[in-house]
């Protein structure tokens, strides 16, 4: 069983950067793509960011141009480089793995990113 381990996240000033690396333990063979979503109190979970087995990548309208994911697909980590943090950034952030073998989607157990203004 596919577990995944967070870290990275905590406390910065808005205009800050913070990093989130995010790493898997087990089989990653049928591995097909890396994200980043989060959570704020009161609203729903929304992708952030995704990188795919092909290196394409996807971001959400609120973080181009901020935000950037790396990863390597083939042993399972994916980092996100958060930069020009703003408050409205503060969240629950969760990493997700989507397998294509099986479809199912594996999930870290999320790490606080607070932006203060």
């Known amino acids: 069983q596919v577990q995944l381990v967070e870290s990275g996240g905590g406390l910065a000033q808005a205009g800050g950067s913070l990093r989130l690396s995010c790493a898997a333990s087990?089989?990653?063979?049928?591995?097909?793509?890396m994200g980043w979503y989060r959570q704020a109190p009161g609203e729903e979970r929304e992708l952030v960011a995704l990188i795919r087995n092909s290196g394409s990548t996807e971001y959400a309208d609120s973080v181009k141009g901020r935000f950037a994911i790396s990863g390597d697909i083939a042993r399972g980590a994916v980092d996100l480089q958060m930069n020009s943090l703003k408050p409205e950034d503060t969240a629950v952030y969760y990493c997700?793995?989507?397998?294509w073998g099986n479809g199912h989607s594996v999930w870290g157990q999320g790490t606080q990113v607070t932006v203060s203004s």
């Open positions: 087990g089989s990653v063979s049928s591995l097909y793509t």
């Open positions: 997700s793995f989507y397998f």
